[in-house]
């Protein structure tokens, strides 16, 4: 993302569990040209944006160990500099497995901020609680579970390096419209129109990236001529937004459930612009809903 003329503030906000790579992601940025500062309250945060341009961009850390934190409070201040016309805002999430969250705290013997007292378990599970509107609010999301620091590192300057010209990164995601549009999608198709894996007993339990569900969504009369229109104008329209200056576009696709034809859609998509020569990172944002839940029932469970 670039900041448009008019804005004067390219801030990205990065935040994510205790142990999933924040402070490296800050150095990161660090070693980009971006001016950072680390745990900042959130009520200062305005008073940044209210003063003359950076000059550079900044990245700001924001986690539960500020003193002011609270998922709510942080939800309603990205809204407010999403808002602003000065401002060009990204929301960097740096997630990771509780099981892997678990192993660093063991390896550094580190207490967790939300269970000082207790094991570390405990707090990860809160703050994973905590923080999960926020992640379904995030523009980029890195699972750093399988990552090595230099891995992220790789990943960060992916999406951020003001010196990467001649790329422009593209995140392709799905969605449900029952639980609203993502912020900061530039471009969003409804999938709505095609035929509905819902009612197959059989693919209900199933998602997009299923072969079946894939060949239930692409035996739709409609769906051939859609996608090769669809290819056709994101393969027209992506070189002028890098011709523009733009280095990453977000491309949602939604549906009723965001489980099955907005997941097959958006993951046909990214492998024909991944064949294009085009660096493309999907995310499904219901299926991640439902991993989530899924794995902190399971560690309640055990």
């Not at 609270?70 to 201040?77: D, F, K, S, V």
């Not at 980029?140 to 790329?167: N, Q, S, V, Y």
């Not at 576009?249 to 958006?266: E, N, P």
Request: hydrophobic share 40%.
């Amino acid at each position: 993302m670039t900041a448009d003329p008019g804005q004067d503030h390219r801030l990205v906000l990065i935040t994510g569990p205790s142990g999933a790579g924040r402070t490296t992601a800050i150095r990161v940025l660090e070693d980009l040209g971006f001016e950072s500062i680390d745990n900042i309250p959130l009520s200062l945060v305005p008073r940044l944006t209210d003063g003359t341009a950076f000059g550079r961009p900044m990245a700001l850390g924001l986690d539960v160990r500020n003193r002011d934190f609270n998922a709510t409070a942080l939800i309603e201040l990205i809204d407010t500099l999403t808002r602003a016309p000065h401002v060009a805002l990204e929301v960097l999430y740096l997630d990771c497995a509780p099981a892997e969250l678990i192993r660093r705290y063991s390896e550094t013997r580190r207490r967790h901020p939300l269970a000082p007292d207790e094991t570390p378990s405990l707090g990860i599970e809160r703050e994973i609680d905590l923080l999960a509107p926020i992640r379904a609010r995030a523009d980029h999301l890195i699972d750093t579970t399988e990552l090595t620091p230099h891995d992220l590192k790789a990943e960060i300057a992916r999406w951020f390096d003001p010196g990467a010209g001649g790329r422009l990164a593209i995140s392709v995601q799905s969605f449900s419209y029952k639980r609203g549009v993502p912020r900061g999608v530039d471009m969003i198709f409804d999938c709505r129109f095609l035929s509905n894996p819902h009612w197959s007993a059989a693919l209900r339990p199933l998602d997009g990236r299923d072969p079946r569900v894939e060949a239930h969504v692409t035996a739709d009369p409609r769906f051939p001529e859609f996608f090769a229109k669809l290819c056709d104008l994101l393969l027209l329209l992506l070189p002028a937004h890098l011709e523009e200056g733009k280095a990453h576009l977000s491309i949602g696709f939604g549906c009723t459930g965001g489980q099955h034809r907005s997941v097959a859609v958006a993951e046909l998509v990214g492998k024909a612009l991944a064949d294009g020569g085009w660096p493309v990172s999907k995310r499904h944002r219901e299926l991640e809903r439902r991993a989530a839940s899924g794995q902190l029932h399971a560690d309640k469970v055990a």
